[in-house]
């Protein structure tokens, strides 16, 4: 399964930018979709999940009233919309596919190669 995740790009701080993350195939109700960051130094970080039945969400609590997922399904497509970005946004963000509801790396089998999100200040 090849997962594409893109969007990302140079942004000032307070800015916005939205991600895309699609896969070919189709997409079951099963599936939960999520997005992780990681930046330079540190370990790649849970930010946000969709499950792709009932579109129901969780944030990482970093992010929450920030970041926005949502699903097109006619597109097998996730969106991670990033709002009020922050320096410490600045990572590079994968998108990921599981079958369980979980904030782990090692509950999510699937990966698309990542995408740039840099925040000047």
């Known amino acids: 399964v090849q997962l594409q995740a893109y969007g990302g790009g140079l942004v000032q701080a307070g800015g916005s930018l939205r991600l895309s993350c699609t896969a070919p195939?189709?997409?079951?109700?099963?599936?939960?979709m999520g997005w992780f960051r990681q930046a330079p130094g540190k370990e790649r970080e849970f930010v946000s999940r969709i499950r792709w039945s009932s579109s129901s969400t969780y944030y990482a609590d970093s992010v929450k009233g920030r970041f926005t997922i949502s699903k097109d399904g006619a597109k097998n497509t996730v969106y991670l919309q990033m709002n009020s970005l922050k320096p410490e946004d600045m990572a590079v963000y994968y998108c990921a596919r599981s079958l369980t509801w979980g904030s782990r790396e090692t509950d999510y089998p699937y990966w698309g190669q990542g995408t740039q999100v840099t925040v000047s200040s």
């Open positions: 195939g189709r997409f079951f109700s099963s599936y939960v």
